[in-house]
């Protein structure tokens, strides 16, 4: 313990002062009074240690900065969380404390409703992957709970949330159709089930809106082969996106330009009859028509076969 100028009141009359007085005495007497001077500095040394040690004794009593903070108690964390999140729209800062309440209180039921508290907070900072690890986490740990379907809701969304526009890389669209396809099959009736096949369309139609983007490429440049395999998924794979009339206007076109007429009128046919007032059935009509030909449908055609609403 370094003593310093200040030291506890224990330790004061028993350190150096005392040590220098024996040793000024012992220095005054005859030699044989000299040696027992000498024997009464070593037994004034052997004092003083056992008082210095004293000292660190003491001050163990009023604790240390590197002594550990108790745990806080786990409501008292979680309405920390609760106050960050509502009051001060500190959406990051309250995830950290629900976070807390996981660490401190692991296996509480403030760590349960904590667990999926953070998912939510970290989806409305826009931290997706850290809310989608907690809505995993909480799923892993809690697959009975009435909470569950809103973790895997939360997984979807956030995946949904970061799709890129119909340019770009697709992963997270399927990602996030893969997601809330879990909630309407495994709980159809949660009050999420209904959000989920909404936004499971929407991210369907972006899908679709991509292979239509990467057929009119096709078509521009006249691979009409590689343009009726897009248009095919779309037809196949996304019938009840907004995209499937052009679909099979673009199939009228293509099958028209490699000269397969009665896949041309099948296409043709299959959109006058499920969307008779479609300006895409206009214009595949009009096609037809230049040519002396009328829109009919093949039964034995795939598209005929593939289109759910023939």
């Known amino acids: 313990m370094a003593l310093g100028n200040a030291r506890p009141a ?30 009464l500095a070593l037994l004034a040394l ?18 240390s900065k590197d002594d550990p903070v108790l745990d806080q108690p786990a409501d008292s964390i979680y309405n920390e969380g609760l106050y960050l999140l509502n009051v001060k729209r500190d959406t990051k800062g309250a995830a950290k404390r629900f976070e807390e309440v996981d660490r401190q209180h692991p296996y509480s039921e403030w760590a349960r409703k904590s667990l999926i508290m953070s998912a939510y907070a970290y989806y409305e900072a826009g931290a997706y992957d850290d809310s989608i690890n907690s809505a995993k986490r909480y799923i892993q740990l809690h697959p009975g709970s009435p ?58 139609d972006q899908l679709a809106g991509q292979q239509m983007l990467v057929g009119r490429y096709y078509m521009e440049r006249r691979d009409f082969g590689g343009a009726i395999n ?14 499937v009339e052009e679909a099979l206007l ?52 795939w598209i005929s076969r593939a289109f759910k609403f023939s």
């Open 46 to 63: 052997v004092l003083i240690a056992p008082a210095l040690g004293g000292c660190d004794t003491l001050s163990s009593l009023w604790g």
């Open 250 to 301: 673009r199939l009228t076109e293509a099958y028209m330009a490699l000269g397969i007429v009665g896949e041309a009128q099948t296409s043709a046919a299959v959109l006058g009859h499920n969307f008779p007032e479609s300006r895409w059935y206009k214009d595949a009509y009009a096609l037809l028509n230049a040519r002396g030909l009328e829109p009919s449908e093949n039964k034995g055609s």
């Open 10 to 39: 224990e330790c004061k009359g028993k350190g150096q002062g005392d040590l220098v007085a024996s040793m000024r005495w012992g220095s005054q007497t005859s030699d044989r009074s000299g040696r027992r001077g000498r024997a």
């Open 147 to 204: 909470d569950a379907a809103y973790a895997q809701f939360l997984i979807g969304s956030s995946y949904f949330d970061q799709i890129r526009d119909v340019t770009r890389d697709q992963e997270r669209t399927d990602k996030a159709i893969a997601a809330l396809d879990e909630v309407v099959r495994k709980y159809p009736s949660s009050e999420y089930a209904v959000s989920a096949k909404r936004k499971m369309e929407q991210a369907r």
């Open 230 to 243: 897009r248009f095919k998924v779309v037809v196949t794979r996304y019938q009840t996106t907004r995209h």
